[in-house]
């Protein structure tokens, strides 16, 4: 609305935006928007359990302050890293929602799989991650179920749980939706969310790498 004049005008801005993305994944077809938005794009960018070129995966957390430590964290590497971005903040609007995951996981906050505790929170290399989300992509053989979605330890939180689903329709919006706006400050030191009453904040020293 910014850019426009008349609601004709935000129609069009509207068509050509919507246009130029990429089409809805047959799996995500039925899906909420939020739900289905991470699953529409391949990206770049690689993220912890999936490669650069492999279709996208909706990522959450089972509280808000980790939610928001991990958002923070990466918003706040944006900035850092973006040479476009001189200025001393940023300021950002955020969607916080609530969804529920209903299909089969892998639990990596369990035996036997927190032995490799320190790999699958790696700051810095997501190698074994990456090899982990291969196999279970190509699950299902021999008569096993597929695995839906994996459950993990936030590497940007200790102790906060998060998660990593694989297939859409395993997701639903909470009834009745949960959905916020929290507002996000930015700087070169720090990152910090509001919303209401509620209040986060995450200090980053300059030369932080991962």
């Known amino acids: 609305m ?70 923070g964290y990466w918003r706040w590497r944006f900035f850092v890293e973006s040479a476009g971005l ?13 969804a529920i995951f209903e299909g089969m996981e892998l639990d990596l906050t369990k035996s036997p799989w927190t032995e490799l505790r320190s790999d699958w929170r790696d700051p810095d290399s997501y190698a074994a991650c990456h090899a982990l989300a291969d196999a279970v992509r190509a699950g299902g053989r021999g008569g096993a179920p597929p695995i839906q979605g ?24 909470l009834k009745p939706e949960v959905i916020q706006t929290w507002t996000c400050k930015i700087t070169r030191d720090r990152v910090l969310l509001v919303h209401d009453d509620s209040r986060f904040q995450f200090d980053f020293p300059s030369n932080s790498e991962g």
């Open 2 to 71: 910014r850019l426009v004049d008349t609601i004709e005008e935000q129609a069009i801005l509207e068509s050509l935006l919507d246009g130029s993305k990429h089409a809805v994944p047959s799996n995500a077809q039925n899906s909420h928007w939020l739900i289905a938005t991470p699953f529409r794009y391949i990206t770049p960018q690689e993220s912890r359990f999936r490669r650069a070129s492999n279709p996208g995966i909706w990522y959450g957390a089972e509280e808000r302050e980790t939610a928001a430590a991990e958002v």
């Open 86 to 98: 001189g200025k001393n903040s940023l300021h950002v609007e955020l969607t916080f929602f609530q």
């Open 150 to 173: 994996i459950r993990y330890e936030s590497a940007r939180r200790e102790r906060g749980v998060c998660m990593a689903v694989f297939e859409p329709r395993a997701l639903s919006l």
